[in-house]
């Protein structure tokens, strides 16, 4: 395949019909080379689905197809290997005993984990005679309980029905994924976002598709699958990202940050905005030639309550203004017997007595500038809050110390969430088609409002688990939180079944689900293996360095994870295969072996520290060591 591609790079110029034609099948054809080149190493196919010969298999009687992470053919023929996003390929994750389809047989197959790529197995299910094995699968076992070394892997080849139908949901169908630990959340909204990708190319080819994280380690972590699925033009970026360039300069108290994440400073934000515009106080007066146009004041403020009650983003609303102001002095020119042409209108447009009265009426306005003004002017915070917010709110969102200009104003991670409000109620931003948001339960509102705003016109797929809500805003309803983010009729489907974190670690973790205040099903494993150790210690550094030392002995990834103010002290035991990790960024990440050092510290660190605890204990994916001095009822 790569050598038909790249003989095609070489001879598309003398097919092409133009030179335009030529460069951008050349751009085209450059593209799918680069894809097959950095394509990563793995099996070529992972599954096989024969059909039988009756009328149930359709146009599939009698054919026979392997599976795998992307289509494979040769120059001429039917195709070697079908993309398992491909729509005959879902039978390979929904075919039943019940419900065949056709399907007689299904077979998985087994592989080396690394290179060199060897297969090692196979196992067939004869869904005609009854069989399926699910979960008891030999091969789905060896997949799932697979050492975690290295990033996040894809899982084509394991993906449960309920999984699937989540997956192949359709890019006009937003969604929400309620899902506890390891149930694979994470994993179906990224495959989801790559059969979009191969089932709606052209046009999400043009909108883009969006990947939201809640830090950079954790995209990280995930960074390798999309590219792994043959998908590499996917943005995946933190919201803080999204919404600055620039870091945060300044530090909110923790009141005045839940205060700025309040959905109720949207309407101060827009309220704020709005009192800028003002009714004229003057007529518009033209000259064009021998003759002086004239349009009335009160002709003009008709013109902005008009416009005021379409409801408008602020800077759209500007440039309507202007053109009804145009329109008015076109009706006046007209009344004279001219026929104005475009040059005329757009050099009306730009005349000075029209952008003075412009100006004046409804003036320009930057994000920054009208911030600053907030924050360091009381009587216009108390004009744009009254009835909104009390007045000891209003006194802690005021600075202590005003800027001089907004240039010199340092912002802190709310206050960009504030900026990007008032932008959006300026101008409407750059959308996507699609955005997958992780973590979802730990967005504030506003927060929440600023990637509405990027899928005005798309879709979303919103995924998280209520119980490890950990920030000051976390949400407490699906809901509520689907509302924020403008999609409030959107289905939430909650995964329960686990495949990565062990029977026993997930039950120890679950007995916190009652202190939790969260409305959340249980979830339970499938996984019979793992091992729990949870073990009073005198000295906490020491006995982390020899569970460090036994956990070496063993395959796979190697995490301690402590309150943040302890990482410091455990900062040495971190190797190539020991991550040493503060709680706080310890969400969405997995290891083979966990070790938690003193969880009253965790818990004790922040006001929703039992909900750290409870991410933190759930990281494990094979052994979880539990060290503590405070005993475990304190």
Known sequence: MLDHARMRVATGAEVAGDRYT??????????????????????????????????????????????GRRRITEEQGPPLVIDWRAPVSSLFYRASPGDRRGVAVRRRYGWTPHPPIRLTGFEDEHLDLGEQLGTS??????????????????????IQPEQDELVRADLDQSLCVQGGPGTGKTAVGLHRAAYLLYAHRRQLGRTGVLVVGPNPEFLRYIAAVLPALGEVDVQQRTLEELLSEQAPAATDTAGTARLKHDARMAQVLRRALNSLVEPPTDDIVVADG???????????????????????????????????????????????????????????????????????????????????RLLGDATFLRRAADGVLTDPEQAALLWARPPRSFRSAKWSAADLVLLDELAGAIDHPAGFGHLVVDEAQDLSPMQCRALARRSRHGSLTVLGDLAQGTSAWAATSWRDQLTHLGKPDAPVTALTLGFRVPAVVLA???????????????????????????????DLAVAAKDRVEAALEQEGSIAVIAADGRVAELGALAGDRVTVL?????????????????????????????????????????????????????
């Open 22 to 67: 030529a460069e951008t099948l050349g751009r085209m054809l450059k593209s799918h080379v680069k894809e097959l080149v950095e394509e990563p190493d793995g099996a070529p196919y992972f599954g096989r689905l024969t059909f039988d010969g009756t009328a149930a298999a359709g146009d599939h009687q009698g054919q026979r197809y392997h599976i």
């Open 137 to 158: 699968s030999r091969l789905l076992a060896e997949e799932i309980e697979r050492p975690r070394v290295g990033p996040m892997r894809d899982i084509v080849a394991t």
């Open 290 to 372: 021998s003759l002086r146009l004239r349009v009335p004041a009160a002709a003009l403020l008709r013109e902005i309550s008009r416009i005021r009650s379409e409801e408008l983003p602020y800077g759209v609303g500007r440039e309507r203004f202007r053109t009804r102001i145009v329109a008015l002095l076109q009706r006046r020119l007209e009344h004279h017997g001219e026929s104005p042409n475009a040059k005329w209108l757009d050099r009306t447009g730009r005349a000075r007595p029209v952008v003075e009265t412009l100006d004046a009426c409804w003036p320009k306005v930057r994000p920054a500038e009208l911030l600053t």
């Open 508 to 538: 120890y973790a679950n007995r916190l689900l009652p202190v939790l205040h969260a409305d959340v099903p249980a979830a339970r494993s499938v996984r019979s293996d793992g091992k729990l150790d949870v073990r009073e210690v005198t």
């Open 582 to 634: 503060p709680a706080t960024l310890a969400k969405g990440l997995e290891f083979d072996h966990v070790i938690v050092v003193e969880p009253a510290e965790i818990v004790d660190a922040e006001p929703r520290g039992l909900n750290r605890l409870y991410v933190v204990l759930t990281r494990a994916v094979s052994r979880l060591d539990v060290l503590h001095i405070t005993p475990r009822g304190d």
